[in-house]
């Protein structure tokens, strides 16, 4: 029987609109700035700047019909969702509301293990996404999604039986009690990071104990974090107590990794239309470690990898896994769907010729 990917992370629902309100408000306030500037070009001032802004907002209507709909939504569902597309058996670790027996059927029916899916007597968070032709903004209520946690719920060894890799996506203090469990039931265990959820370093040392295998970080989320404006070399001298294996992803530079023994650079794919920004680290990240899971038998098979005598084998394992991350990433920021493990496979091909 296969081993489980474990997926501990947030589950809720995502309101979504379609809407051109970001392109309108953009269009009117700079017309409305190259009006004032055409005819007071001397008169211009931050005060000015403020007025004009603010009456363009003004101007939007209070009702903005939009295309809406409800679907499920977070970083746990995302990375799980993805896990179980590329055909390797997912178990997702969550704490949802009430009124959201629909999720737990369509999860199912994708064929995620449910079982350890928890439900408590409270509202089930909603997060608001605009999404326009320029940019995308999620709004959230961090309020409610506190309340998702395990408290009160007693989880057993049992919940981390027969699988191979636990991932916390992302990282935070309502999951870190489970986190430390899978790790200590031999599972290879990683994590994402983001600013977020994670506001300086302080943080993370404190909720991090014994180093982890991988971890997952934007370079902007880094920097945000570290609170400087560092070299890579410094925010990984900064980060690298936290993991053996520490990968920092970079847009369209592309991704870095660091090990104790070595340092990969995978390229970033040129590809002319991206749709969406939306999703791209968790598809990262969730491509990375599937590949993990087919190049590496265990914990212990990996912990042997990280030997300096096995460093060869680690870096063609490593860099494959970051090929497939980027593009498991690229795959998702251009179509804004989930894969399944064939069309990924074609993607690739597609992306060879």
Same mark, same amino acid.
């Given at each position: 029987?296969?081993k $489980? ?21 953009v ?9 004032f ?9 931050s &005060? ?5 802004i603010?009456?363009?907002?003004? $101007? ?28 390797? #058996? ?16 369509e ?22 996404? %605009? ?10 209520? #961090? ?7 395990? $408290? ?12 191979? @890799?636990?991932?916390?996506? #992302? ?39 014994? &180093? ?22 410094? %925010? ?7 993991a053996?294996? &520490? ?19 995978? #390229? ?5 239309? @991206? ?18 899971y ?60």
């Amino acid at each position: 029987m296969a081993k $489980e990917f474990i997926v501990l992370g947030e589950l809720h629902q995502d309101l979504y609109y379609e809407s051109d309100f970001y392109d309108e408000l953009v269009e009117k306030i700079t017309t409305k700035l190259l009006s004032f500037l055409h005819h007071n070009p001397d008169d211009f001032n931050s &005060r000015i700047a403020r007025k004009i802004i603010t009456q363009a907002f003004g $101007e939007i209507p209070k009702k903005i019909e939009s295309k809406g709909y409800i679907k499920r939504g977070g970083n746990g569902n995302n990375s799980a969702d993805y896990i179980s597309r590329l055909e390797i #058996p997912t178990r997702l670790i969550t704490v949802i509301g009430r009124d959201c027996e629909w999720m737990i059927s369509e999860l199912k029916e994708n064929g995620i293990n449910t079982d350890y899916i928890f439900q408590k007597d409270a509202l089930t968070p909603i997060s608001t996404i %605009i999404k326009s032709k320029i940019t995308t903004k999620i709004y959230i209520a #961090p309020n409610f999604k506190q309340k998702m946690n395990f $408290e009160g719920i007693k989880i057993t060894e049992k919940a981390f039986e027969n699988a191979k @890799i636990i991932l916390t996506t #992302p990282i935070s203090s309502k999951f870190m009690f489970l986190f430390e469990m899978g790790g200590s039931l031999g599972l290879i265990t990683a994590f994402t990071i983001e600013a977020q959820k994670i506001h300086s370093l302080d943080q993370l040392s404190n909720m991090i104990g014994e &180093r982890k295998d991988i971890f997952f970080l934007n370079l902007n989320d880094a920097k945000f974090i570290l609170k400087e404006d560092l070299n890579l070399d410094k %925010i990984d001298e900064n980060l690298s107590q936290f993991a053996k294996v &520490r990968v920092y992803t970079a847009g369209e530079k592309g991704s870095y990794l660091f090990t104790d023994n070595f340092q990969i650079h995978h #390229p970033s794919i040129k590809i002319k239309e @991206i749709i969406d920004l939306t999703g791209a680290g968790d598809s990262y990240a969730a491509g990375f470690l599937s590949k993990i899971y087919e190049l590496v038998e265990d914990k212990y098979q990996f912990q042997e990898f990280t030997k300096i005598e096995r460093i060869k084998e680690f870096e063609y394992i490593l860099k494959e896994s970051m090929k497939f991350g980027t593009i498991s990433s690229l795959y998702k920021i251009t179509k804004q769907v989930t894969p399944s493990k064939a069309e990924l496979e074609d993607f690739i091909k597609q992306l060879e010729e």
